[in-house]
C-alpha cells in the first residue's frame, strides 16, 4: 500500500465530509459536555454529533457512553474530522464495548471540539452520555456507574480490595 496514495484518500474523505456538513447533507448535532441524548435510527449508518471542551476543562477526564436499547450501534469520536470506520482517533478498546475514556495525558487530547459518530448495520436505538470529570468533580465521579465500574475492575487485576471500614463505622 502506497501510504501517499492513502494520506490523500484520507484527506479527500475528510474534505467530502466537511462539505457535506456544511451543505447540511449531514446532520451534526450539538451536544453539550455532561449531557446525554436520546437517539433512534431505523435504518442504521452514520449519525454524528459535536461537544466542546473549553479550555477551562482542559485537564478534564472525559468519557463517552453509548447504552444500547437495541441493535449494535459502536462509538467512534475524533477531534480532528469526523470519524469513520477507518478514520477516527478514539473507539473503545473491543468490538462491542460502549464506554470510552479519553485521559488528559493522551497525546492527541486537547481543547476545542470533538466530533462522536455512532455507526450502526442496521437499525439501533440509544443513549449517548457526554461526560467531563474535574478534581472538583471528584467525589461526584468517583460515585459515578463509569468510575465505580473501573475502580472495581482495577481492583479486581491488581487484587486490591480498596479502603476497609473501621468497626463502629
Same mark, same amino acid.
Given at each position: 500500500?502506497?501510504?501517499? +496514495?492513502?494520506?490523500? %484518500?484520507?484527506? @479527500?474523505? +475528510? $474534505?467530502? !465530509?466537511? @462539505? ?13 459536555? *455532561?449531557? =446525554? ?5 431505523? #435504518? &442504521?449508518?452514520?449519525?454524528?454529533? +459535536? ?8 485537564? =478534564? ?8 436499547? /437495541? ?6 469520536? /475524533? *477531534? ?18 460502549? +464506554?470510552?475514556?479519553?485521559?488528559? *495525558?493522551?497525546? /492527541?487530547?486537547?481543547? &476545542? ?11 439501533? #436505538?440509544?443513549? !449517548?452520555?457526554?461526560? =467531563?470529570?474535574?478534581? %472538583?468533580? &471528584? %467525589?461526584?465521579?468517583? @460515585? ?19 479502603? $476497609?471500614? %473501621?468497626?463502629?463505622?
Amino acid at each position: 500500500t502506497d501510504p501517499d +496514495r492513502t494520506y490523500s %484518500e484520507l484527506r @479527500e474523505t +475528510r $474534505q467530502a !465530509l466537511a @462539505e457535506a456538513v456544511e451543505r447540511g447533507d449531514i446532520d451534526v448535532t450539538d451536544l453539550p459536555l *455532561n449531557s =446525554s441524548i436520546d437517539c433512534d435510527m431505523p #435504518n &442504521g449508518g452514520w449519525v454524528y454529533f +459535536r461537544f466542546h471542551l473549553p479550555l477551562e476543562r482542559r485537564r =478534564s477526564l472525559l468519557t463517552c457512553h453509548v447504552a444500547t436499547h /437495541s441493535g449494535h450501534p459502536d462509538l467512534f469520536v /475524533s *477531534n480532528v474530522a469526523l470519524p469513520t470506520l477507518v478514520d477516527y482517533v478514539w473507539k473503545p478498546p473491543a468490538t462491542g464495548r460502549t +464506554r470510552l475514556i479519553i485521559y488528559p *495525558n493522551d497525546p /492527541s487530547y486537547r481543547i &476545542g471540539d470533538y466530533f462522536v459518530g455512532v455507526f450502526a448495520p442496521a437499525s439501533a #436505538n440509544f443513549t !449517548l452520555y457526554v461526560h =467531563s470529570y474535574m478534581g %472538583e468533580d &471528584g %467525589e461526584g465521579a468517583w @460515585e459515578s456507574h463509569v468510575f465505580e465500574a473501573l475502580t472495581h475492575k482495577f481492583r479486581t487485576l491488581t487484587g486490591h480490595q480498596g479502603p $476497609q471500614k %473501621e468497626a463502629g463505622d
